[in-house]
């Protein structure tokens, strides 16, 4: 990889450029959140709640606060009372008082590893040491975990005022479920009654974590005269500011929030849980404050994706058109109202034209810790349900699981997920080059099962803002405000050489803080190349209409005879000889020609388009022990176009792998006391190395017209179909089907041993 | 906040004199077991006393017929012998399959066998090969069946200022063989659901002549278990013999259910693994011969 690999029509954009953050990364110089320090830093640790659910009676930091080497205790009673507000943070939206509460208890705790109390010390020997001085007292109480129990009438109260949101009328009593979502077409009963096959289910998957590399970490340093600067990982520096400053009842501009390296998010870094506690401790002691989380803490206190029960029920004709659906979405949002069932309405069925559908859906709160995004937050849970039934139906009609899924699939022009029509979306050239790929025909060997399945995701735009400028040697200066966790440096860089037309590396790019630049959205939402891509390419592309303007002095000729192209200044005027202007010459001038060349531009677009994404997947059962092997997978998808062809592979990569650990092993497991049991990578079982095949991968280029290079955001789709592709695979192979995740291997063999 | 005190001693004498002064002191090898749990709070030791600068500690030397394994050993090393490997490759295979290579690196089959986890994966493969300790301490040497050191998870017999100095296995017998399998929902990097070690001897017609069969992760330690090898000598591995052998393994079996596995899950799969590292076990007995 990486040999530049020239696109037809594009000098850069396909091609496969080093990272321009890559030598520092593979070389360990990068400063990750744990490698940052200031001057005269103190180390913050967190008291953590062993209970899934308890009153705090008092809590008494005397005995910590004696402690020689303690500088600052904080507990919620640091915390200013807020009023209820709704906040966006990107892909997630939510109460402040609730982003409050996850950075500390206040009254209650409600799930094990809830913080209660933070200490700031002389060392971290000292902080921990202080921790175990904390006297908390608590009441203990009734706690739930699961998703039909936590709905009981009778069910151990998570908030006692909360009410169900969505039913009409508004319940008077209160209860574990915050929203309840519904959309209907057509008569489904009816639909389903002319259906000439139907299948039915119930689907279940366990609540699961994004397991970044990198555990949360941040210094914050909060001076007396209320400014601050907070260094951090995160993929929305924007979202920090102004979380930690609605926590806190302080200005905006008051913080300066510098993103570090981000050593994976996944969606799971775009809120805050250390900023405001560490802003507290340092306003209490005056001095920088560091807070990192441990391994077990990103387990048990950060927000994991929801777990999930869905009923199901599907028919269609004979020859394979879809008549109906019906469909009831359970979504275990953790221990605060969430985004959950919100998101699996819009990302269950609109990828099919069905006839009718009948949808239901619930979210539950439970004592666990509450859901944040993970990468198409939502979305995999319900399409495991969707595209296992679809299979299922398949099979039962003895048509291939692709045509009928050709049959039905939603083309340009069809009503869109959330009002108005589908755009130049690429699903049905998905599914012929799945039905094409050599991987479909090959023969499988015994003990083998091939399952596939389809999925899209919305994708997001939204505000962004870069800056272009040229250094006076004419390489150029690209500068955003979106943190790079894909590579979008790379794709910057590439996008804004595409524009001047000059080399790869005479750009450079740098991801600024809060004070630097204006406000961009999150690096999530598979928004950032769509979305600060357009920025960059329209701030480039004023910097060359400068540079037009300067040329043109320059030559003394009408800026309308000026041409831009490989990187020069062109004078169409035939009387100068069609002169050239490299941008070395115009830059080197610029300040005699009338200043500084920089530009910035600020984007809100909203004319992204849907990903779609259709996965193969060969998997071997061992009849004996119920153990998997993933034996070849294909991923295949719609990215509109490739800006750098290395990193869109290492997302549909990536969203793979992670979405074949959910499938085969990854779980959160509570013990009976409702704590959580496997708080580390050994019994969290993400996928190693070895677990997996190469992960082939097809792209699909459709271009989205409404982007200058055909942008389609690539990242977050591909996690979605491995679920029910790995489920389906499993179940040809093992003879049996299974509609519970994760496929461990007791489960898979309790399976095949009762099919007898 | 007392931080534990660290020793390397040079001498056995000198660190059996540090292990009896402080009764909490710990025993440090690879380190792989024991600073982990350190760190998480699950122990504290007032005292470590590090054994690998005491000579004879690192290294494999012949013994007799046999092999003695110094306790500090790391478990790459054991690969690199190449008539230990040609001798005993069921207990190399067993012996790395801990961890990763890095772990490996650090990682002794000592250390494994006195952390005591029923589910460590050399001292199945140990105790089939018929492997002892030899355990120093203030009342001078002893000498110990391996399956005997355990007591219960994280339990071993030896008493205060008492540790294992080297490990020892015979010499292959001829047309003998050994096998190590354990069954894991990963491929690497994870804890044994069920391990089992078979070591067999086979005559030129094929008759097995002599089998130990142990099993792990299944019981609050490693087994032999004698019914199973038992059932297979005088056999020619016959599905009835093997069937008699699963059922002396699943009959042997006391597991736990918990996040890890089922009961019934473990006790079924201790049996097919078995079975398994039997095939092995056999193939390579049969090439010996
Ligand atoms: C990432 C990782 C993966 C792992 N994977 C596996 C695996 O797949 N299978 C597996 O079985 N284990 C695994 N382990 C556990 C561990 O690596 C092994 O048990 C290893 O063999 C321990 O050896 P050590 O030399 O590092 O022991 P240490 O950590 O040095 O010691 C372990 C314990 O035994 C005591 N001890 C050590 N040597 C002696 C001695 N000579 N006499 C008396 N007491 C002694 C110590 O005091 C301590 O209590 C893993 C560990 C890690 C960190």
Redesign the pocket.
Known sequence: MNAPEAKSGFRHVGTRPVRPDGIDKVTGKAIYSPDFVAPGMLQGAILRSPHPHARIRSIDTSKAEALPGVKAIVTADDFPTLKSLMVTMGESAGNIIHVSRKCMAQGKVLYDGHAVAAVAATSAVIAAEALKLIEVDYEVLPHVIDIDEAMQPDAPLLHEDMVTEGVQPRPDKPSNIPTYVSKTKGDVAEALGRAAAVVEGRYSMPMVHQGYIEPHACVASWNADGQANIWCSTQGAFVVRMLTASVLGISQADIRVTPLEIGGGFGGKTTVYLEPVAMLLSRKSGRPVRLAMTREEVFRASGPAPGVQIDFKIGATADGYLLGADLSMKYNVGAFPGNGVQVGLITALYHYRFESFAMHGWNVVTNMPGIHAYRAPCAPQVNFAVESAIDELAYKLGIDPIELRLKNAVVPGDPGFTGGTLGEIGFVECLEAAKAHPHYSAPLGPNQGRGVAASYWINAGGPSVAAVSLAEDGSVLVTTGSPDIGGSRASMAIMAAETLCIPYEKVRVTIADTSAIGFSMVTGGSRTTYATGKAVIEAAETIISIMKARAAGMWGVDVADVAWGDGEAICLDPAKDNQRLPIGKIAARMNNTGGPISAEASVNPHDYLPAFGVHICDSEVDPETGQTTIVRYTAIQDVGRAIHADYCEGQIQGGAVQGIGWALNEAFIHDKAGRLDNPGF?DYRVPVCSDLPMIDTVMVEKPNPAHPFGVKGVGEVPIVPPLATVANAVSRAAGVRIRDLPLSPDRVYSAIKSKG | MPQPGYHAPETVQQAIALLSKEPGA????????????MRSGR?A?PLIVD?KRISG?IGIRASGDGFAIG??T??TALKKDAAFAAAWPGVVEA?N????V???N????????????P?????PALIAAGATCL?AGPSGERELPVEQLATGP?R?G?ATG????ELRLPARPKGGGDAYL?L?PRT?????VVGAGAALVIDAAGTCTAARISIGAVAPTALLVADAGAALVGSKFDDAALGRMGEAVRAACSPIDDKRGTISYRTDMAAVIARRAVAIARQRAGEAN
């Open positions: 050994l | 710990r025993v440090l090898a690879g380190g792989t077991d024991l600073i982990v749990q122990i030791s054994l500690m306790a500090a790391p478990c012996a399959l801990i961890g990763s890095q772990v490996r650090r990682a002794t089959m000592a250390g494994n066998l006195c952390n005591a986890s589910a460590a994966d050399s001292v355990i994280g071993t030896l008492e540790f294992v100095v354990r894991i690497e990097m994870d804890i044994a």
